[in-house]
């Protein structure tokens, strides 16, 4: 299968270093306390937090910091093919848990010690790439909560096919079986905080590979900021400040 | 998980008694209700509705399948829907499953009169899409359509809210025409070409929408929020179309009500869902013309 | 960077799915023209001084795949749109235009009109896609014509005559190919152009060639719904189908689904499949299984004769025989009852281009007119093809390439157009091209970005290579070399050293190619591509480029070379005790060649050192030979031929056996020595990805011909194991001196070839090698000429720790193409060499006719094959004229493999020593070929 034509296009006509229209949308749920919806192309999650609120299970609480908790769920409709999954599958833990040590690291929990932070993500359309839309997601609702961070997680993929580094697989080239390297990242830190990679890569080309998931994550992060401060004039605006 | 004072308790239930809402509505008026349609792209047919706070998705897939050998000549609708835990914390993990069923259950109810399938859909006098236009071939291939509602927030009267948006879903909905080759016959499975060009519509003019009163006290409103709902004695969901006939009802929550008042309640839905029917009819080709522009 | 988002809806049968995907649309896609002011001109193509930009319809690059192959036509835009669809209806020619657009040489441009934000169309209402990939052809037209503004001419050249039509209409420039080539004024490249292309223009009014026998000859081909649901359902079944290189009218159907082989015998049954052909079949009813072999060769006009060819080397070489063999159980059904069917469907074509020549006719009185004509391939398997030309005088005495276009069912033979002409028949070098052809065999030079991979010339041992951790220097071990006379591109040389412990340690250097050889450079993937050198009569053509092959890699005498080597310690009883591999520096002293090497060690008189080396490694080596032949191992003899060719001529001289001299077999003994260690080294590092080399147990069945005759001549064969064959062999000798040599060379041809393979394709019992008696073999002392023997090099290093194993071998599907490749480069490689042989055979004989010994090996209705010795050819004797048919004169006797005079006097019988003549005919013009007869 030609991933990239001899021209240089994917197939569907981006260049290789180039990323989806990313689009993000913040308060999509009006009785959380945050939320954000963030499309990366045709891949489109919600997310909401909930918090910081009082620790539900009391056996979980901790004294020094805040209980952060994630929940990713994916829509019936969200694939090609009606899914029809039980609730918490493998993969659905799994993704879960990557997002809620990733969001966790970066959300300064100790400032809120016996409280309880819950987030929740819901993919409405998969095409590829949804736990870096997710993280994306998680950023904006978390800032949109006001919850504190150290800086703002971005996330991006990039891949490998036709020997080629790819940024921001959509899902037909996430199928194509080759290598996928998910990156997470804090842009302002400069430092990764989630590295995901299925199949084998040599390490000359990985260096490359994830170079390039971390471009697209500054990218991201531009683009949250912009966001976040457009948001933050309206709000001022709103207050008539 | 409505925390409320006993204070904001009694402002509720006064200002239904007054006929004065706390968001400043009468008893019997709707939040404004917002359309979208085409919001999931790989659905047959989708559409999102937005009541107040209350945001709700709704997407319609079709697929091939056999129709069910008592009834060779019809094809099946199945409705699920799932709460997402964006919504309310509540929903996590298992727990937006009870919810969830419920409405399901309702809405199957309401709009499909039940599993039997001896229900709306079924009688051709409601004029509603009939199972029969969704055969291919008779016995054999017929489309089976899958409904999933998703309750992405959640501020009250989710019922209504699912089932407009459903009704938007599937006037949104194009179902490819099917050509079946020629020649196959007997027990054979025949060969059939899904067409890339030609999209059937279905008629949703029939398609009735759910008025859901809900029992505060001595009165009953529509469109309750979730504050509303904490304080409700039992409710009656009745669908109504276009002819103003009842095509499905449910009462839920516990208190017994008196059968006059039912009888009452079911005038007083034929009543509201003229002017709801009107207004999601509108909201459904403003957002349909949104969509063709796009 | 623009993203302007547009949905593509697909559905796909079966499960029905809405597939969604984004479709991005740009203003940074360039035009491609040099003259163009507004787009980066870093990426133009086309030429500043082109008259005429031409864009492409589908159809034109679909069928006139040739013409645009041809220099003449340049500057041409192919649009994405276009390469898609052409991609999705035929691969092959998609391969093929992608490789005139990436040929820098070329002037053609990949516009991709699908993603420029002003080009790309979306689909209307009730519009076609075919309909809307054309409207998208005449937008991108328009936009070339508005946007170079007039400055050159901008042509679409389309054959669809709707498209054509409306493109008028539109003011665009539209033409259909023949018109333009016609403009052009180029007679020659009206040829290449195919005529009655499924494009509607042009070819419904032109006749056929004989009006008269427009009739129905085969069957419907059924439509791809239909072939689908029946092998769903079982009643048709698919395969590749392979005919029988020998009888064009028979061919067989390999199906999973019956787990067996369907025969098709003729070609209305074939029903206008060619060989190679994915096609779903039909079985026959069970009574017709048998009937059908006599019809196989009667319903067709032009039945074939054998000829006289080489020798076969192998089961693979060998004429397929059906039907007379009995099944392995013996008194059960005879094989014949194999099922056979016919052919209903064509999934896949198979259809390139052949070499061959017209079927002679009368040279037409004027010239210039189109003439119809029969082409002949040279490949006995593809039936004969119909072309049209203008210059049939010139080409009826030249060898032509040919290619298929189309088959209909009024036809008896396929459609096909001339491509091009490669030179007079008969002329050496253009049969030898004919042979290179036929065996897809790449003889071009190498390119400059492979040549630029090469070290600067002149090449030495640098200090860095000695001082290298990896390397051992063994430069002061005597090292010498023993190989054929004149061999320049020595990949293998050897030591042998006493030690005082009365020991010996022997090496085996092998020259150090991946050294020079780094994987994925351009060098690496010609190499892999060439898969082996070939060697012909008169040339050889290398896998890698000369400086390596005779120079840098050669290890020749009294120069510093790198190498990989193999050293054991032995025990004077050639027992291996320790075997220890590095990559080494050597010197060789002596580049000899098999015969000097046997006159030393014959000579009783010389005590030189390296006289003694030979002597001691040519007495390890007989024991070690023994020993393997006790193991199992069989003899087998081929009849190879050595030619004695002119140097200005390069005509043959001479010809006769080749010999084969203990020399020969010291070396031989060694190096499989050497490989049997390197197998084992890489496969306990690399279970899952070792290159191997297995040679399958041969069937029963396969050894049924030999049984047979042996059987006739009173002679029993142990067949059970291969120890068993071997030993019975030993056991066969006549009278006859040459009886022995005579059944070992007919049991060669029972086997079939060895093969390599991806270890982890196969479960280790099949790693066998038959013919050596080894568990696990492979190719590693050969690495100049052989690509097998690069990989295995790799992966030694590798497995000793010195370099990474390369990224390929974790790729098992690719590792396995690549193993497929080479077993078919090689196969083609020794196709290749036999038909050059052949070729020198009929030269040499052209002006020499000859008496000499021959040997019956089978028998015939009307005569029987014999067997030359000394020229290592076979071929028919008839003893009746053709088409008597026995004529009733003579009778076979099965049993005995015996055919007899009716009254008695005469009887030839399997094995017996006859007397023949031989010389060239020419039963036709520009046809020669060797004929026998009895004396």
């Known amino acids: ?241 | 998980m409505v925390g409320l004072s006993l204070g904001e308790k009694h402002f509720i239930q006064g200002g239904i008694a007054q006929d004065l809402r706390s968001d400043g509505r009468k008893r019997l008026t709707y939040r404004p209700i917002y359309v979208e349609t085409g919001v999931i792209p790989q659905a047959n047919g989708s559409a999102r509705v937005r009541l107040g706070a209350t945001d709700v998705i709704a997407s319609v897939k079709a697929e091939l399948g056999k129709p069910h050998p008592l009834q060779p000549d019809k094809g099946k609708v199945a409705i699920y829907v799932d709460c997402s835990p964006t919504a309310a914390p509540i929903f996590e993990g298992r727990g937006g499953e009870e919810l969830s069923m419920e409405l399901s259950v309702a809405l199957q109810r309401c709009l499909l009169g039940g599993k039997s399938g001896a229900g709306y859909f079924h009688t051709e006098k409601s004029a509603g899409i009939s199972l029969s236009s969704l055969v291919v071939v008779e016995g054999k291939i017929c489309w089976d359509l899958y409904i999933d509602g998703l309750v992405v927030s959640s501020d009250g009267n989710l019922l209504d809210a699912l089932g407009a948006a459903i009704k938007a879903a599937l006037s949104n909905t194009g179902i490819p025409r099917v050509n079946v080759a020629a020649g196959a016959s007997g027990d054979e499975e025949p060969e059939v070409d899904v067409s890339d060009e030609e999209f059937l519509q279905f008629d949703t003019s029939g398609v009735p929408v759910i008025i859901t009163l809900t029992k505060v006290g001595r009165h009953y409103i529509v469109d309750a929020t979730t504050e509303e709902e904490s304080q409700m004695s039992s409710a009656v969901s009745i669908s109504v179309n276009r002819q103003g006939h009842i095509c499905g009802l449910t009462k839920r929550g516990g208190a017994g009500v008196d059968p006059s008042i039912i009888l009452d309640m079911i005038s007083v839905a034929k009543h509201v869902s003229e002017q709801l029917l009107n207004q999601l009819d509108s909201e459904i080709a403003a957002a349909e013309a949104r969509e063709n522009e796009s | 960077m623009l993203h302007s988002k547009s949905f593509v809806k697909k559905t796909r049968g079966g499960k029905v799915t809405k597939v969604v995907r984004e479709h991005y649309l740009r203003d940074d896609i360039y035009c491609g023209a040099s003259i163009c002011k507004v787009c980066d001109p870093s990426v133009a193509r086309l030429s500043a001084s082109a008259s005429t930009i031409l864009i492409l319809d589908t159809n034109v690059v679909l069928n006139q795949i040739d013409l645009l192959e041809n220099p003449a036509i340049d500057d041409v835009v192919l649009l994405s749109i276009v390469l898609e669809e052409v991609k999705n209806k035929n691969l092959s020619v998609y391969n093929r235009v992608r490789s005139i657009c990436s040929n820098s040489l070329r002037k053609f441009f990949v516009f991709s009109n699908e993603h420029h934000k002003d080009t790309y169309v979306k689909e209307m209402d009730g519009e076609s896609k075919n309909d809307r990939n054309d409207r998208a052809i005449r937008v991108a037209t328009q936009w070339y014509q508005t946007h170079l503004g007039g400055a050159t001419r901008v042509l679409l050249l389309t054959n669809d005559r709707e498209n054509k039509r409306k493109a008028n209409e539109e003011g665009i420039s539209a033409e259909t190919v023949e018109t333009y080539v016609k403009s052009l004024g180029r007679p020659d490249l009206l040829d290449l152009l195919v005529q009655n292309a499924s494009g509607d223009v042009g070819m419904e009014d032109v006749e056929d060639l004989r009006p008269s026998k427009r009739k129905i000859l085969y069957t419907e081909h059924k439509p791809m719904s239909e072939i689908t649901s029946g092998l769903h359902r079982g009643i048709y079944h698919q395969g590749k189908l392979r005919v029988n290189r020998y009888n064009p009218f028979e061919a067989y159907v390999g199906s999973e689904s019956i787990g067996d082989e369907i025969i098709i015998y003729g070609r209305t049954n074939m029903n206008r499949a060619f060989d190679g052909d994915i096609v779903a079949v039909e079985l026959l009813p069970q009574d017709q299984w048998h009937e059908e072999k006599s019809l196989s060769i009667a319903d067709e006009e032009d039945e074939e004769e054998e000829g006289v060819h080489l020798v076969p080397g192998s089961a693979d070489d060998a004429p397929r025989t059906t039907g007379q063999l009995q099944g392995s159980s013996g008194e059960t059904a005879p094989v014949s009852f194999r099922p056979s069917g016919r052919v209903v469907g064509i999934i896949k074509r198979n259809w390139h281009s052949y070499c061959g020549s017209l079927e002679p006719m009368p040279k037409p009185a004027g010239s210039g007119g189109i003439a119809h004509a029969l082409f002949v391939s040279k490949d006995r398997r593809i039936p004969k093809i119909r072309i049209q030309t203008r210059q049939l005088e010139n080409l009826l005495d030249k060898r032509i390439v040919v290619a298929v276009d189309s088959w209909d069912r009024l036809s008896r033979y396929p459609s096909g157009h001339y491509i091009r002409t490669i030179g007079e028949i008969g002329d050496r070098d253009t049969e030898t091209e004919v042979v290179l052809i036929e065996n897809d065999i790449n003889s071009r030079p190498f390119s400059s970005q492979v040549l630029a991979c090469l070290p600067p010339l002149p090449w030495s041992v640098s200090p860095e290579d000695l001082t290298n951790p990896i390397r051992q220097d063994l430069r002061h071990l005597r090292v010498f070399s023993v190989d054929p006379p004149g061999c320049k591109d020595i990949d293998d040389a050897l030591h042998c050293t006493s030690l005082p412990n009365g020991n010996f340690e022997v090496g085996v250097h092998i020259a150090d190619v991946t050294n020079f050889v780094q994987p994925g450079t351009p060098l690496d993937e010609e190499a892999t591509q060439r898969g082996t050198s070939v060697y012909l009569v008169e040339r050889r053509i290398d896998m890698l480029p000369k400086p390596l092959t005779e120079d840098i890699c050669s290890l020749r005498a009294d120069v510093e070379r790198l190498a990989f080597s193999v050293i054991w310690e032995m025990t004077p009883e050639a027992e291996i005790i320790s075997t220890r591999y590095t990559k080494s520096v050597i010197k060789s002293c002596a580049a000899m060649s098999y015969i000097e090497a046997q006159a030393k060690m014959d000579d009783s008189r010389l005590m030189d050192p390296l006289t003694t080396d030979l002597r001691n490694m040519n007495t390890l080596a007989k024991i070690m030979r023994l020993r393997r032949i006790e193991r199992g191992a069989i003899t087998l003899a081929s009849a190879e031929v050595k030619f004695q060719i002119d140097t200005e001529t390069h005509d043959p001289l001479d010809i006769g056996m080749y010999q084969i001299r203990e020399a020969n077999q010291m070396v031989e003994e060694f190096m499989l020595a050497a490989n049997v260690s390197v197998s084992e080294k890489i496969l306990k590092h690399f279970p899952l990805c070792s290159l191997l080399r297995r040679h399958p147990i041969p069937t029963r069945e396969m050894l049924q011909p030999l049984l047979l005759t042996a059987a006739a001549v009173g002679l029993n064969l142990d067949v059970s194991s291969s120890k068993a064959l071997a030993d019975s062999l030993d056991r066969a000798v006549g009278d006859d001196p040459y009886f022995n040599k005579l059944i070992r060379i007919l049991a060669t041809r029972c086997m079939t070839q060895a093969v390599y393979f991806c270890s982890g394709d196969l479960s280790p019992p099949e790693y066998h090698h038959y013919g050596l008696a080894t568990p696990i073999y492979t190719h590693f002392t050969s690495p100049i000429r052989r690509y097998a023997d690069v990989i295995v090099h790799r992966l030694l290093a590798a497995s000793l720790g010195i370099y990474k194993l390369p990224v390929i071998f974790q790729d098992r599907p690719q590792l396995t193409s690549i193993a497929d490749n080479l077993n078919y480069r090689h196969r083609n490689a020794q196709m290749a060499s036999r038909a050059s042989v052949e070729l020198h055979t009929l030269i040499y004989f052209r002006k020499r006719p000859t008496d000499t010994e021959a040997r019956i090996v089978k028998i015939r209705s009307n005569g029987f094959i014999v067997f030359l010795p000394k020229f290592g050819i076979e071929g028919p004797v008839y003893l009746t004229q053709r088409g008597e048919n026995g004529g009733g004169e003579w009778f076979v006797d099965e049993q005995q493999q015996k055919i007899k005079k009716m009254d008695g006097s005469l009887s030839y019988s399997v094995l017996q020593a006859v007397r023949i003549h031989l010389e060239v005919v020419e039963p036709q013009p520009n046809r020669p070929k060797l004929h026998l007869s009895l004396l």
């Open chain 1, 1 to 241: 299968m030609e991933y990239v034509s001899p021209e240089g296009l994917r197939l569907d006509g981006r260049r290789p270093m180039e990323m989806r229209q990313i689009r993000g949308e913040i308060g999509a749920v009006a009785k959380a306390d945050g939320s954000a919806v963030f499309e990366m192309g045709n891949t489109k999650v919600i997310a909401a937090v909930y918090g910081p609120r009082e620790v539900q299970n009391r056996s979980q609480q901790m004294n020094d910091q805040a209980l952060v908790r994630c929940e990713y769920s994916m829509a019936n409709f969200s694939t090609g093919d009606r899914m029809r999954k039980p609730k918490g599958d493998r993969r659905s833990t799994e993704i879960s848990l990557v997002i809620r040590q990733t969001m966790e690291a970066c959300i300064m929990t100790h400032l809120m010690p016996r409280s309880q932070i819950d987030i929740f993500v819901q993919v409405l359309q998969a095409d590829g790439g949804t736990r870096s839309a997710c993280i994306n997601a998680a950023t904006l609702a978390l800032a949109d909560a006001g919850i504190p961070m150290r800086d703002l997680v971005t996330s991006c993929s990039s891949g490998y096919l036709n020997s080629t580094a790819l940024l921001d697989l959509n899902y037909v080239e996430d199928s194509a079986g080759g290598p996928d390297v998910t990156v997470g990242f804090l842009p302002k830190l400069d430092k990764v905080t989630l590295l995901q990679m299925d199949a084998k890569l040599p390490l000359d080309i990985f260096e490359n590979v994830m170079q390039l998931a971390i471009e697209g994550c500054k990218a991201v992060a531009n683009y949250i900021r912009e966001l976040l401060l457009e948001n933050t004039k309206q709000l001022e605006y709103r207050r008539g400040v």
